[in-house]
């Protein structure tokens, strides 16, 4: 039973009674000695240290935590950098797409139309073939399989 009296100590300290193993006792009794310490003001300069260090570990893991939530912002905010130009990129690529498609739509349309005023017998059904196959001429067969797929 390790006891630490206030005598000598100054205002604001209390007399304590603290159970310590006896190899620890004699190490702190030998560790006070040699610093030319009293039991008491050893124990209590380690553990005001000892508390020290256990804030300044606190401080650093909060710390770590945040330059990891930094890190963390910083790759959000380049991914969605990314995002955006892709975003852009796919959009430029899907009116460029659209423009084209409506020229060829434009051509298709002008010779069905010069058909149907040099063959007023010209059917629908003929109509149709030759649109398909104006479109497949200027798409290609992949692009015309994916339209007929998205028919009623």
Known sequence: MLFF?????GMGYRS??????EKLLV???????????????FV????????????????????????????????????ADDLRELTLRRTNAAVGMSRHALRVAERIYAVLEAQFAANPKFSYEEAEETA????QEALGPREVREVDRERP
């Open 5 to 9: 009296s206030g005598s000598g100590l």
């Open 16 to 21: 304590v009674s603290v159970s310590l193993e």
């Open 27 to 41: 190490a702190v009794d030998r560790a006070a000695g040699e610093r030319g310490m009293k039991r008491s003001e």
């Open 44 to 79: 209590d300069a380690a553990l005001r240290e000892h508390l020290a260090r256990l804030a300044e570990r606190e401080l650093e893991e909060q710390l770590g935590l945040a330059a990891k939530m930094d890190n963390l912002a910083e790759l959000v905010d380049e991914r």
């Open 132 to 135: 398909r196959r104006r479109v």
